[in-house]
Nanobody, 126 residues
């Protein structure tokens, strides 16, 4: 399974970006998809996740009410709409795909995810 992110770039404070993640290959039915990020000098942290069923989403407190996770109809794509961006959102963002799980489970732990994208840089400038 190969995951490819796109949509990163430079944004102004208060601006918006939309990240996309496309999974190619045989993905597990019921696989949750997650978003994580890693800022320079910091550990990777959870951002958001969405279950296969799409009715269950999880968000880190730092992005709640600003970021929205969604999935395409084909379920092999995921999106992260990021609004009201802040300088502290600057990081490399990774999408991840679970290798197992229940159709309505979303996960905020990186060990729940079996496949990872290469990351896309998001930079928020003031």
């Amino acid at each position: 399974v190969h995951l490819e992110e796109s949509g990163g770039g430079l944004a102004q404070v208060g601006g918006s970006l939309r990240l996309s993640c496309a999974a190619q290959g045989p993905i597990f039915t019921n696989a949750a998809m997650g978003w994580f990020r890693q800022a320079p000098g910091k550990e990777r942290e959870f951002v958001a996740a969405i279950a296969w069923g799409t009715t269950n989403t999880l968000y880190a407190d730092s992005v709640k009410d600003r970021f929205t996770a969604s999935r395409g109809n084909a379920k092999n794509t995921a999106y992260l709409q990021m609004n009201n961006l802040k300088p502290e959102d600057t990081a490399v963002y990774y999408c991840a795909l679970a290798g197992s799980g229940d159709w309505n489970n979303a996960y905020n732990r990186d060990y729940e995810y079996a496949y990872w994208g290469q990351g896309t840089q998001v930079t928020v400038s003031s």
